[in-house]
């Protein structure tokens, strides 16, 4: 075939939400997967008997569900018998990361027909442990999958030690972090994330596959009450990422000239223009030169944008990750976009509304987007992924409009005082001390009960602390900027202790 015909394409995707099921009717992974596969295909036109002729099958990693083959498992249950099975790492920047691959392998001339899918299905298994239930899930599968991408743990014993272990705990620490860099006090801030998260809950109300599909107005999203909890400041409950949903997404992508051959209607075609990807130098969360600074996140989009000649003011419509109201704000810091930027930054409606948790919320992105450029031809899109605590990340650059045969463009270097070495983070610390970033933990009930310190001593030591088990200190703290202040850390009973002044 010809370099033309070669071009990768997305010929269909789908998405599908199982809702109010019980066990004896919810889907597994492989029938989920299954389903949208060849909703993915009856999104094509061609009819379900292609997925027959897959040749490279990728399969994101589902929560929970640890078969031998994952990729296996669903070509049989398609009837396919692909020549390459993929198995992603762990991350939210995996779908995009396989899409990738299998669009090389068809610019290659080594892949004809892929298929990408991913599922969650944390509902299901949560009501199953509930009710002492063992789910009869598939997980064999013949053979072993080929597995990309990074699958280092996030995070390091210390950071676990402190508290410092969930999204939930980890990314108020880039928020608090990022609002101090920004200059803004604490009201502020609140309504400026309630009005973020406003926005971001809109597009979910009109979005059919939302697992939330509701709108919400800034001040309930912000504003802590009996149904709407604080998690971690500065978060509510409305602006934490859903976990637990049963959803699934897939992609179908071939060379333009088998989708020529098979008869897709060009109308349904999406090309793949370009993608990059990039891991920060400092893999782990508490090592991060600054926690209001992602340069890999940038350098993604980057590489992206330059793979489909184009930059950012050329692309009509974007899906920023957004996992949390920092990933987003991150986003915005690191590419120079206005948080209401008219473009709107999701297509989707973002995970906490949207749903697509665990690993898969890109590949439902990626759904969104191939719906939305169909409906205006010859635009750009841009989607984005985020694995583990901004620690990997993916981007991807789609359009109906072919790429015009140009060398790609080259962007202006970009002038780079973003430091990226870790900084090495010390188990034992003592003395004055300053506070880099911090959070507070709530219990269920909504009540301060951990705070947690990222600081420095006056030598620049960087620490990890817990402050005293004090709920009135606790309540101060989420009163009043914390970030700069100083006080006093020592070692008490194997952990550091920031005592405040």
Request: with cysteine; charged share 25%; glycine share 10%.
């Amino acid at each position: 075939m010809s370099e033309e015909d070669n071009r990768p394409v997305v010929v269909g995707a789908a998405q599908f939400s199982q809702r109010d099921v019980d066990l004896a009717t919810s889907l597994s992974p492989v029938k989920m997967m299954a389903k949208v596969a060849r909703a993915a295909a009856d999104d094509a036109g061609i009819g379900t008997t292609a997925l027959s002729d897959v040749d490279a099958l990728a399969v994101v990693d589902v929560m929970a569900w640890h078969p031998k083959n994952g990729p296996r498992l669903l070509a049989e249950a398609l009837g396919a018998k692909p020549a390459l099975e993929l198995a992603a790492a762990v991350g939210g920047e995996s779908p995009l990361v396989l899409c990738a691959e299998l669009a090389e392998r068809i610019r290659r001339g080594d892949s004809r027909i892929a298929l990408v899918a991913g599922s969650n299905n944390v509902r299901t298994l949560r009501r199953a442990r509930r009710a002492g239930v063992r789910l009869d899930w598939e997980r064999g599968g013949e053979g072993e999958p080929t597995r990309i991408g990074e699958n280092r743990p996030g995070n390091t014993e210390r950071e676990t030690h402190y508290g410092l272990a969930l999204p939930t705990q980890v990314y108020p620490i880039f928020e608090n972090a990022m609002r101090a860099h920004r200059g803004l006090d604490l009201e502020t801030h609140r309504q400026r994330l309630g009005a973020l998260c406003e926005r971001f809950a809109r597009v979910a109300s009109e979005n059919p596959h939302a697992w939330f599909p509701t709108a919400r107005s800034a001040a309930e999203i912000a504003t802590a009450t009996e149904t709407n909890r604080m998690i971690a400041y500065p978060y509510t409950k409305y602006m934490n990422a859903v976990m637990e949903t049963e959803q699934g997404a897939a992609a179908l992508l071939m060379s333009a000239g088998t989708a020529r051959a098979l008869g897709v209607d060009e109308s349904k075609w999406v090309y793949w223009r370009g993608d990059g990807r990039a891991v920060e130098e400092a893999w782990f969360a508490s090592e991060r030169p600054s926690f209001a600074a992602c340069p890999a996140l940038r350098d993604s989009v980057d590489g992206a944008l330059a793979a489909a000649g184009t930059t950012l003011e050329g692309v009509g419509h974007l899906d920023l990750y957004s996992c949390f109201p920092v990933a987003v704000e991150m986003a915005c810091e690191m590419l120079g976009l206005a948080e209401d930027d008219p473009r709107g930054l999701t297509v989707t409606g973002w995970l906490p509304y949207a749903g697509g948790p665990g690993n898969n919320y890109t590949l439902h992105a990626l759904a969104s987007m191939v719906e939305r450029l169909r409906e205006h031809p010859g635009d750009c899109g841009l989607v984005t992924g985020n694995g583990w605590f901004f620690t990997k990340h993916s981007s991807c650059v789609l359009s109906t409009a072919a790429p015009n045969g140009k060398p790609a463009a080259v962007a202006e270097p970009r002038r780079d005082p973003l430091q990226r070495k870790p900084v090495r983070v010390f188990d034992e610390a003592q003395g004055n001390a300053t506070v880099e970033s911090y959070t507070v933990h709530y219990d269920r009930d909504g009540a301060p009960v951990r705070g947690v310190v990222i600081g420095r001593l006056e030598d620049g030591r960087r620490f990890l602390a817990n402050t005293p088990e004090d709920s009135g200190l606790l309540e101060r703290w989420v009163a009043a900027e914390v970030v700069g202040s100083e006080g006093r850390v020592l070692p008490l009973g194997g952990m550091n202790r920031f005592e405040p002044r």
